[in-house]
């Protein structure tokens, strides 16, 4: 009887271990920091303002915040990811951000839109604003993550990976959870001493040095759109097909032929998410 709580108690923390959905805390957490460095001063005040007091302007430490009110807000899981069709490797806005039941721009997409023009309110509002722009700030800086996460943009019929049993290295996991966690960590450990500092730091890095004559073309929207997540998704469900789901089974062993291919695809998607997100929110409150 003892025996079989504990192994309910443990099916169920693996089960809502592996239904957490986004990036972990590691990869909102590098998002967030990478944004937060790159704001306009309107921005970074309007930020710090709408900040909870407690975490002293630090939005990295509640970049997760969203998956941590999944449960309480349950009209929020859905905005998390986006289902398209299976094998074909392409988003659309119109077929495909809408929930279980159809409803229409409930998906990550959406989601950055809806969230987005509410902060816009911000400069407008001296009054109290119909919406609660501290919530809008931190599903914004959490949505932009996840859209950024291939398989946040996966296939529909294995709920971007999450069915999918593999092994990483010795340990069981799901697909999904490799590339919400086991990549960046298993990076973390074996080329920065196991401290996220170290790898957040070769970001910037890179984003001032290699990548720097790409970082505008990041950033940069057509038209005059404050943010643009189609075109974020599209990308990610690119990436899931070339890379993610790329040789992968039922069963599959994944190592460092794996591994290697994989970090260098999730070290530049954490970084276009910081970037863009910088990028979205200079523009809401520039
Ligand atoms: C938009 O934001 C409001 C307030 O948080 C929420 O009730 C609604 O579900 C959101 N819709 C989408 C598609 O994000
Ligand atoms: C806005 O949301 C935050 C986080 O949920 C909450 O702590 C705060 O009390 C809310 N503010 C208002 C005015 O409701
Ligand atoms: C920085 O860029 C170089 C050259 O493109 C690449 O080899 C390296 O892995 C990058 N570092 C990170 C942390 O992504
Ligand atoms: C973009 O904004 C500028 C300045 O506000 C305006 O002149 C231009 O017509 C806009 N372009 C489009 C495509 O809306
Ligand atoms: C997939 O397998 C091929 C052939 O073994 C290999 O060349 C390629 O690098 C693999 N791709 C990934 C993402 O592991």
């Known amino acids: 009887m003892g025996g079989l709580l504990v192994m309910i108690i443990s099916l169920t923390i693996v089960f809502f271990a592996e239904s957490t959905n986004g990036w972990g805390i590691d990869g909102h957490y590098i998002v967030c920091r990478i944004a937060q460095d790159r704001l306009s001063e309107s921005a970074a005040s309007a930020v710090k303002e709408l900040l909870p007091g407690y975490v002293d302007n630090d939005l990295a430490s509640v970049c997760s915040w969203a998956d941590r009110v999944k449960f309480r807000y349950h009209w929020s899981s859905p905005l998390h990811y986006i289902d398209t069709p299976d094998e074909l490797c392409n988003y659309d806005y119109d077929r495909d951000c809408k929930d279980e039941n159809g409803e229409k721009g409930v998906c990550v997409s959406g989601a950055i839109s809806n969230y987005t023009d509410q902060l816009l309110s911000y400069k407008a509002s001296s009054s109290s604003p119909s919406n609660n722009l501290t919530e809008a700030l931190l599903f ?147």
Not at 164 to 179: E, F, P, Q
Request: with cysteine; hydrophobic share 35%.
């Open 140 to 286: 914004l800086s959490h949505f932009m993550g996840d859209i950024h996460q291939p398989l946040h943009v996966g296939f529909t019929s294995d709920r971007g990976g999450n069915t999918i049993d593999v092994h990483w290295y010795r340990r069981k996991a799901v697909l999904h959870h490799v590339w919400d966690a086991n990549i960046i960590e298993t990076g973390e450990e074996r080329f920065y001493d196991s401290n996220i500092e170290n790898l957040i730091d070769a970001l910037k890095e890179n984003i001032t040095g290699d990548w720097a004559h790409q970082v505008t073309k990041w950033e940069s929207c057509s038209k005059n759109e404050t943010t643009c997540p189609d075109r974020y998704a599209s990308e990610s469900i690119v990436a899931a097909c070339d890379w993610a789901y790329k040789n992968v089974t039922e069963g599959s062993v994944l190592e460092d032929e794996y591994f290697l291919a994989s970090l260098p695809v999730v070290n530049l998607r954490l970084v276009k998410g910081g970037v863009r997100l910088a990028a979205t929110l200079n523009r809401v409150f520039g």
